[in-house]
């Protein structure tokens, strides 16, 4: 079956998690700034890896209304169960408590389409430990896979940064 004849989530009166997924995909602290999530192309049925997660908001938002088929990382167990408790049942997304390097060189080579990191992981790890995430990311992305960052540029501005893999 194409995903692409899926009809369009329904939303669900009785699960409050469907009710929670935003009709925006947030980039920055300021709401509604930065691309639209378009900019990533078709993600019907696309695998889509959110690298510190948090609370999943973003990552709900493409598998609901892009189609994409989801997975949240993050090493903070408080983050991990809420995005459970907020997305529990939706479709095609999954929450997995782990270190992102570690998944990412779990995934086999070129398994992943995108992978997503507002605020999330690369905005932690220090210089030093840089390398091993961004080969492991290297690894995991296809062929014309995109990087998505958010980083925070200075107190009062973000940076966004899409890299496609070669």
């Known amino acids: 079956m194409d995903l692409r004849d899926l009809p369009p989530p329904q939303r669900s009166r009785t699960s409050p998690a469907s009710l929670t997924v935003s009709d925006r995909f947030e980039w920055t602290r300021g709401a509604g700034i930065g691309p639209p999530p378009t900019v990533f192309g078709d993600l019907i049925g696309r695998r889509v890896v959110e690298l510190g997660c948090g609370s999943g908001h973003n990552l709900a938002h493409l598998t609901i209304h892009h189609h994409a088929e989801g997975v949240g990382i993050d090493h903070d167990p408080l983050k991990i169960q809420r995005a459970r408790t907020l997305y ?74 899409i890299y496609t893999r070669s």
């Open 88 to 161: 529990a049942g939706l479709p095609r997304l999954a929450f997995i408590r782990t270190d992102a390097a570690t998944y990412l060189r779990s995934r086999p080579p070129e398994s992943i389409d995108l992978c997503l990191s507002i605020f999330g992981v690369f905005s932690f790890v220090e210089r030093a430990d840089l390398r091993p995430l961004l080969t492991a990311t290297v690894r995991a992305l296809r062929h014309g896979g995109r990087l998505a960052l958010t980083l925070r540029a200075t107190d009062t501005t973000d940076l966004v940064l």
